[in-house]
């Protein structure tokens, strides 16, 4: 592969809004020649290109070609892999989160994750899972509070009208669909400034994808959203940008081309993305 | 005065946003710099842990260091008196008397002899039990058994000593009228009784990690459910119930009570298990008990006994981990 192509004419392509306006609203991220390890094998290669604002931005590619790496890679969650590292610099609003002066936990109060199995916590109900991340942080939260930020969280998942007659019940006892927003709730609970969303709907039927979908448009008002995804159709309804992954020689995963979904699906520049879009490969 | 606002709106909305940005940025740079006194609290507190957790793992590493030491040593004074071809191809074992001979052979062949039966007795069984826990007892069933089965493992083995010397032996010997009193047919029986719930629930367990998308897989296949434990099952959980068959074998060959009890401590070498003889922890018992003065030979040899025990079960457990480990690392 030769030099990844990041279309420098993507400013001059912003969806909707002007990129100034979300910049106020939300963090955006840069990716600067970052390339993953686990041991001897190389997973990433050399990836740079931006995370912008208040937008959603989805990472697409057939398996194997690093994306789920990718996403770990940006709230430092590869490194806890036996064996992993990390090379390169993930800029949030110009500070680099590889920085060694940072505590990685730290990273991870200001990056959301979404996981591709909802994983609530089972020994924990609704209400307590929600309230998970804050009480790590702050041992004693006064009730009064508390309920305001379960209520917040879950209104911003649009879960709240669902549940709020068993906040009590076991995170576990709610639907596939549920308890995925559940783990939305509870990471939005922390107010992080960047939500990830591994594959967040691969173990979700139709209807329960479609909610998810909905929150994701909701939500990219007021936060960044990164999105892994294999399913191209999603890329297409909820993403504002593309990027575009393909396993390259000995599986080591390059962006191939990064610009607009719009740019993307209706007049990619290279001839891979082409084919991947078309279901030519992958 | 509307084409005078524009420009002006254009303008306060920039600066409004220029003072969103510069408050998140400030926001986002404290959090990852955090409250030092926070921060150091909290790295304390992951040291004091994390040392807490290095000592007590410590400790242990440190007694099987020490007890290797004190092996060694003891050993290594021994093998200077003795010389090494002697203890290995000798076949009398007698430092207690005036002639003596240091042949290990007839310790280790009665320790090989007694494990040999019990794991005869406790691996089929023990694999049938966990088999039918595991796979073919309905479940409330299994829940009243396993307790039951586990008792067993529960019962001290002096307990375990006795119940061979003074019943098994008796029963035995109304049909094989030649059987001594102190044999290792009887030692070895019961021996196997005891380590059989340790066969059992270790590899029940291993079949249970058996995930059922597997079981479902060839059930949809068309597979009974002997074919499915036959050829899904077993295969799949082998390196745990092998594990569990060297763990069973170490316990066996470590065991002590049993056989100083119910086998005799009479040093012969002899394959025929109607016979007393005496087993390498039956030798280090009874010398122990005697007064046996600090430094002599006859008080070096508990040392040697007991380190080629030591090697036979180290070896044995480290097996059993390498495999246990590999069991582990298939289903996650």
Excluded at chain 1, 131 to 145: D, Y
Aim: aromatic share 8%.
């Amino acid at each position: 592969m030769s030099e990844p192509l990041v279309s420098v004419t993507v400013r001059q392509r912003e969806p909707a809004q002007r990129l100034a306006e979300r910049e106020a609203v939300a963090a955006s991220m840069t990716v600067e020649r970052l390339s993953a390890f686990y041991g001897k094998f190389q997973a990433l290669a050399d990836l740079t290109f931006p995370i912008h604002p208040a937008a959603v931005t989805a990472v697409i590619g057939p398996s194997g070609c690093g994306k789920s790496t990718f996403i770990r890679c940006l709230n430092r969650l590869h490194e806890l892999t036996p064996g992993a590292r990390v090379s390169g610099r993930v800029l949030l609003d110009g500070v680099d989160i590889y920085d060694p002066a940072i505590d990685p936990a730290r990273v991870r109060q200001l990056i959301g994750m979404v996981f591709q199995k909802p994983n609530p916590f089972p020994h924990l109900s609704v209400y307590d899972n929600v309230l998970a991340g804050i009480r790590l942080h702050r041992s004693r939260i006064p009730k009064p509070q508390a309920d305001e930020i379960v209520e917040r969280s879950l209104r911003a998942a649009v879960l709240w009208d669902e549940v709020k007659d068993k906040l009590g019940a076991p995170g576990s006892s709610l639907s596939g669909g549920q308890q995925q927003r559940l783990c939305i709730a509870r990471a939005l609970a922390i107010e992080p400034e960047v939500l990830l969303m591994d594959e967040p709907t691969s173990a979700l039927d139709p209807i329960a994808t479609y909610h998810i979908e909905e929150l994701i448009a909701e939500l990219k008002q007021r936060y960044t959203i990164v999105i892994v995804t294999h399913n191209m159709q999603q890329a297409a309804r909820v993403a504002d940008y593309v990027a575009f992954f393909l396993g390259g020689e000995e599986r080591t995963g390059r962006l191939i081309e990064f610009d607009t979904a719009e740019q993307i699906f209706t007049n990619p520049k290279r001839r891979e993305t082409e084919e991947y879009i078309t279901g030519k490969i992958g | 005065m509307a084409m005078d606002s524009a420009p002006e709106a254009a303008y306060t909305s920039t600066t409004a946003h220029l003072a969103a940005v510069a408050e998140r940025q400030e926001r986002i740079r404290r959090t990852l710099e955090g409250g030092l006194a926070q921060d150091r609290r909290r790295r304390v507190r992951e040291g004091v842990i994390t040392s807490s957790l290095f000592l007590a793992a410590a400790i242990s590493v440190l007694t099987t260091a020490g007890i290797i030491y004190t092996l060694g040593i003891e050993t290594f004074h021994f093998f200077q008196r003795v010389s090494i071809v002697d203890f290995l191809t000798d076949t009398q074992w007698t430092p207690l008397f005036t002639e003596k001979h240091f042949g290990i052979a007839p310790l280790a062949v009665a320790t090989l002899l007694v494990s040999s039966i019990a794991m005869l007795v406790s691996l089929p069984l023990g694999l049938l039990a966990a088999i039918g826990l595991a796979e073919y007892l309905p479940l409330r069933l299994a829940r009243v058994i396993k307790p039951i089965l586990e008792i067993l493992a529960g019962v001290p083995t002096v307990v375990y000593g006795y119940f061979a010397l003074l019943f098994v032996t008796p029963l035995l010997q109304r049909f094989i009228p030649n059987l001594q009193v102190f044999n290792a047919l009887s030692a070895g029986l019961v021996m196997g009784i005891m380590i059989l719930p340790l066969v059992a629930s270790l590899s029940q367990d291993a079949m249970l990690a058996v995930p059922q998308s597997l079981r479902e897989a060839a059930y949809a296949l068309g597979a009974t459910k002997l074919e499915v434990v036959w050829r899904v099952i077993l295969p799949a959980s082998l390196s745990g119930i092998v594990a569990s068959f060297i763990l069973a074998v170490s316990r066996a060959v470590g065991e002590t009570m049993i056989v100083v009890i119910a086998m005799g401590n009479t040093p012969r070498l002899s394959f025929n298990p109607l016979e007393q003889m005496q087993a390498m922890t039956a030798y280090i018992v009874q010398v122990s008990l005697g007064d046996t003065p600090h430094g002599t030979l006859e008080y070096q040899t508990i040392f040697a006994v007991g380190a080629t025990l030591f090697l036979i079960t180290m070896v044995l457990n480290l097996l059993s981990f390498r495999l246990l480990r590999r069991f582990r690392e298939i289903y996650q």
